[in-house]
């Protein structure tokens, strides 16, 4: 199973391979993605806390990639964080995400993005729920409901 200590190791060294990779120009992805979508995904941006469309949804399925559809998270890892932004215990796989460390805003965070398509999905911390203490926190905007 995942742990802080592992995320903070790919972090700062060398990400799992994924099993494939996705690579489109900035045209290609402003051609499939809403300007909200692109803004988040692939600019790095952050949606409004509370406005995002899975902030308070639990119903049963996968959540993907909005960008490239890898699933990445089961909503049986989904938990209620008060942050505003929809989050989970753990990836459906260890090498579905990314970690890159994010010293923006003059402080240090572990960035999560899509491991096959670069997509920004948010940044995960050491403060979740047990039995991974990790709290993978989500843009909507940056998930489809899969299944």
Same mark, same amino acid.
């Given at each position: 199973m995942l742990n802080w200590n592992t995320i903070l190791l790919f972090a700062k &060294? @060398?990400? =799992?391979e994924p099993d494939r990779r996705v690579v489109k120009s900035d045209s290609e992805w402003? *051609? *499939?993605l809403t300007s909200e979508q692109f803004r988040v995904t692939r600019q790095h941006g952050t949606e409004r =806390?509370? +406005?995002?469309?899975?902030?308070?949804v639990y119903d049963p399925g996968i959540y993907g990639c909005v960008c490239?559809?890898?699933?990445?998270?089961?909503s049986n890892e989904k938990f209620e964080s008060g942050t505003g932004w929809p +989050?989970? @215990?753990?990836?459906? &796989?260890?090498n579905v995400i990314k970690y890159i460390v994010d010293t923006s805003?003059?402080?240090?965070?572990?960035e999560t993005l899509c491991n096959v398509c670069d997509a920004h999905l948010g940044h995960v911390f050491p403060d979740? =729920?047990? =039995? +991974?203490?990790?709290r993978y926190c989500m843009n909507s905007v940056s998930l489809v409901k899969l299944k």
């Open positions: &060294k @060398t990400n =799992p402003k *051609q *499939q =806390p509370f +406005s995002g469309e899975y902030c308070t490239c559809r890898t699933p990445l998270f089961d +989050s989970f @215990t753990l990836p459906l &796989k260890d805003f003059g402080m240090t965070r572990v979740g =729920p047990q =039995p +991974s203490g990790l």
